[in-house]
């Protein structure tokens, strides 16, 4: 999914929301990454079609329109989030097939779901600015927004077990709560329900395993994380934002392009205790270096 380019003329200038427009531009963003997460791209017809991801684009388009303004730098700066629909470049007797139009909208859609995350961080920037101006910070502010941050971390892994353990445990040594779904109560939930539900954490780690196989059109299948994790990642991106979302990688497993600009480190040495420690320090999380370094 190509970033649209703003164009050189007739960029109108940028919407000023009140503090109160603001959220709710926050929360609007919100309902489109949890509609698109609950999005089912298997249902979709053999030419990639569906009225539904149709329906979704135009929610996408219209909610941007109200969060930046028609025509305005920062509604092009995000406007591609509402190009769901996979075009492939070319088309051969065999090319495009059905899974490649699943295969291609799920991309999309995870695309979209990391963009709109951006776009909800521009405007909590901008309910911070409101905030500052409207009141001065008092010396203890930093201490006060320190302790409110959730240590709820929730863990987002694939088939490995031994890895989903061993992070989730170095956590709980930290002082966080590790939240991992197979151990919530279902409630009647589908997956993205329990994951929307326990979501309300303060970071997320989400673990790179070789769980699946996959490839391009021709290509060599190569060991890729289950796309359930790939999901979750956008998901999180989205909602919490890419500075608290890390990505721990074990083994041989492709890096999808679409998170190339997360954060995320290896697990083949101990080295990634400390990369995890750092990243939840740089989100605002008091650590504890010396149980850091005797995990």
């Known amino acids: 999914m190509a970033r649209t380019k703003p164009p050189t003329a007739n960029v109108a200038p940028k919407l000023q929301l009140s503090p109160q427009g603001i959220e709710r531009g926050i929360a609007r963003l919100q309902e489109r990454i949890t509609e698109l997460a609950h999005f089912d791209a298997s249902q979709l017809s053999d030419d990639g079609d569906s009225p539904k991801l149709v329906a ?3 929610s996408i388009e219209d909610t941007l329109v109200r969060c930046f ?6 509604y092009y700066r995000f406007s591609s989030a509402a190009q769901l629909h996979f075009s492939p470049g070319v088309w051969t007797d065999d090319y495009p097939q059905r899974h490649h139009y699943v295969e291609g909208t799920q991309k999309n859609i995870l695309q979209s779901m990391s963009m709109l995350g951006e776009a909800q961080r521009t405007l909590r920037e901008d309910l911070a600015d409101h905030e500052h101006e409207a009141k001065p910070e008092s010396p203890d502010a930093a201490d006060k927004g ?8 929730f863990i987002v892994h694939g088939h490995d077990e031994g890895a989903r353990e061993m992070v989730a445990r170095f956590l709980e040594r930290l002082g966080f709560q590790s939240i991992i779904l197979h151990e919530q109560a279902n409630q009647g939930c ?4 329990k994951v929307e539900a ?4 303060g970071f997320a780690v989400v ?3 070789p769980d699946d196989q996959g490839c391009t059109k021709g290509g060599i299948p190569e060991p890729r994380a289950r796309q359930n994790v790939l999901l979750e990642l956008g998901y999180f991106l989205g909602r919490l934002g890419r500075d608290k979302v890390c990505a721990l990688k074990r083994g041989a497993v492709e890096i999808p392009s679409d998170f190339a600009g997360v954060v995320w480190e290896s697990m083949e040495s101990n080295s990634w ?10 989100a605002g999380h008091e650590i504890d270096w010396n149980k850091v370094m005797r995990a």
């Not at 303004?69 to 920062?74: A, K, L, M, R, Y």
């Not at 320190?146 to 971390?153: A, D, G, M, T």
């Not at 589908?190 to 329900?193: A, D």
């Open 69 to 74: 303004g028609e025509s305005t730098s920062v």
């Open 198 to 201: 326990h979501g309300e954490v």
């Open 146 to 153: 320190q302790s409110s941050l959730s240590r709820k971390v």
């Open 207 to 209: 673990l790179l395993t």
């Open 190 to 193: 589908t997956v993205m329900e």
């Open 56 to 58: 979704l684009s135009t």
């Open 273 to 282: 205790k400390q990369a995890l420690g750092r990243e939840l320090e740089a």
